[in-house]
């Protein structure tokens, strides 16, 4: 018998593994102490303790304890890696290039910078038109001075707008159909004043995997920094900075079956990669990120990160077997279904999947016993398609139908079984009442109607 709900929405968070709970609880009761304070045995201990989750993590991604940096989660790790870089290496440029299939926290991060950018500019632009005009111009009076006196060639307005003032310049690349980056098309993206590539590991909802080894060789061949957001891969599948050549990458705990609330930020150390901080205080974590370690959280991230190490493997070859046995149940039963991103470059455990003529919505309250995703959890709210199938090229209607179940290391065949009769009868009965399949079954081009409103 299947115990109900079922969770099939590991790449949202996973379950904290009762082994990492066992070896946290020390830490939130009798261990308690500060790892900054260093004369008592509390202190030493909580020291001793962190020392140890930072040699785990180290060791999952083949780094050095010296290359970690504890943060509260990835998308703190995202906005320290991209804000880091900008601000440190601004004299040396100030262009990014990003995907638009990657997470909200590196593209709302890329977009604030263009902001900052743009307003620097404006000023930079107000400025100039006081000097051009002899008086003081109002902020309203701009666009009709800019147009008379063709600011925007002005000579000393475009060595003023090519001085570092802050924010960056970005380049949001499309992806291929299969959602992986044309390697030619990132290479003619790079300019002599680009100073970070940000292309994540793994996408959070296509699970598709980014070829990072070409593209940190690419970076390192032109100069460039290559931060990579690889969150949703890690402890998935192999990932190793050394061979990727990565200079700086994001990972957080409770996509590994660890707490949530810790992440980290690996910062290479030969060649030296440096980063401004964006938070100050007491200095911790070499200046890089101020604030009192989370101790217990930490040890529980150092735990899950072994595990994961440990077991990755054998449980990647289970997960894929599992996986597999869900999507050939679901495609092998209906027709119209569509696998969204690629299956030769994807995350063993995660299967995108849109039904034709079945609304992604209405399927999910159909299966509410089964805790999955139609778009990423961080965007889920919206009623708009998700912008990673968008991106794909997927039509609107399509990815208004799309189910992203994501398995994992609690994920048992008997609940795939139950799964897949389920999905099944849900999306043959939301069928039944659209008469669009029936057309389309029936090789109606649906694109080629012209609907008549009345």
Known sequence: MVKLPIYMDNHATTPLDPRVLDVMLPYLREDFGNASSRNHVFGWKAEAAVKKARQQVAELIGATDQEIVFTSGATESDNLAIKGVIEYYKSKGDHIITL?????AILDTCKRLERVRQERLDELKLLRLSQLAERDVSPEEVPELAAKHDVENDATYKKWADMPTGGARVTYLDVEQDGRVN???LEEA???R???????????EIGVVQ????IGALCRKKGILFHCDAVQGIGKVPFDVEAMKV????????KMYGPKGIGALYVRRKPRVRIAPIIDGGGHERGMRSGTLNVSAIVGFGHAAQ?????LAEESARIL????KLRKGLTDALDMTIINGSMEHRLPGNLNISFAHAEGESLMMGIKDVAVSSGSACTSASLEPSYVLRALGVDEELAHSSIRFGLGRFTTEEEVDYVVQLVVDKVRKLRDMSPLYEMAKEGIDLKSIEWTAH
């Open 321 to 324: 077997r599992l996986r597999e």
């Open 247 to 254: 200079d700086l990458a994001s990972i957080t705990s409770h």
């Open 190 to 192: 790079m300019t002599p």
């Open 211 to 214: 070829p990072v080894a070409e």
């Open 307 to 311: 595990l994961a190490r440990e077991e």
């Open 100 to 104: 638009k299939t990657e997470h909200k």
């Open 183 to 185: 390697l030619e098309k």
């Open 194 to 204: 680009t100073v970070l590539v940000s292309i994540m590991f793994a996408n959070n």
